[in-house]
């Protein structure tokens, strides 16, 4: 399985930073415009619709168009694991159903003083088995300046 990680520092408290990346309102956010990114449903751990905080069991389908070319592409991403403890935070979230063979997300957020250390690391796999396995690496082509937007745009909200 390849792996791809981005960490960032924020100029904000790790309370905050935490507070604004477990709602589906900071994903919308930090999204950038080109991925045409709508979510269609949001639902808890205990089924109830558009949590306020996204807890493990959280579920949130969505759709993407990247730059408007193509079908949209369905993806559904479940939370499987969130902690907090003193000085540091994570959550974890897979993909059921979407483009890749297999695709978890983990974010950790570090207190650093007044600041905060964001990492995200992705561990994934194409499809296609074999062949996919094979170009899986080179898949971060398509996803990572995503994620350097994603954290850009994480240290401009807290500017």
Do not use: N
């Not at 930090?30 to 045409?36: E, R």
């Not at 408007?68 to 159903?97: H, K, L, N």
């Amino acid at each position: 399985m390849a792996t791809y990680s981005r960490l960032t520092r924020i100029d904000a408290p790790l309370s905050d930073v935490w507070e604004f990346h477990a709602r589906v309102s900071g994903l919308e956010a930090l999204t950038p415009d080109w991925m045409g990114l709508r979510i269609e449903a949001v639902r808890g751990p205990d089924g109830e619709s558009d949590p306020e905080t996204l807890e493990t069991g959280s579920q949130i389908r969505m759709s993407m168009r990247p730059f408007g070319v193509g079908p949209r592409q369905q993806w559904t991403s479940r939370i499987v694991a969130r902690e907090e403890r003193d000085g540091s935070a994570m959550f974890r979230d897979d993909m059921v159903g979407g483009p890749f063979e297999s695709w978890t997300h983990t974010h950790r957020f570090f207190a650093d003083g007044d600041e905060t250390i964001v990492e995200d690391e992705v561990e994934y796999e194409l499809p296609f088995g074999p062949v996919g396995r094979a170009v899986s690496p080179l898949a971060v082509v398509g996803f990572e300046p995503m994620f350097r937007d994603r954290h850009r745009r994480t240290r401009e909200w807290f500017d």
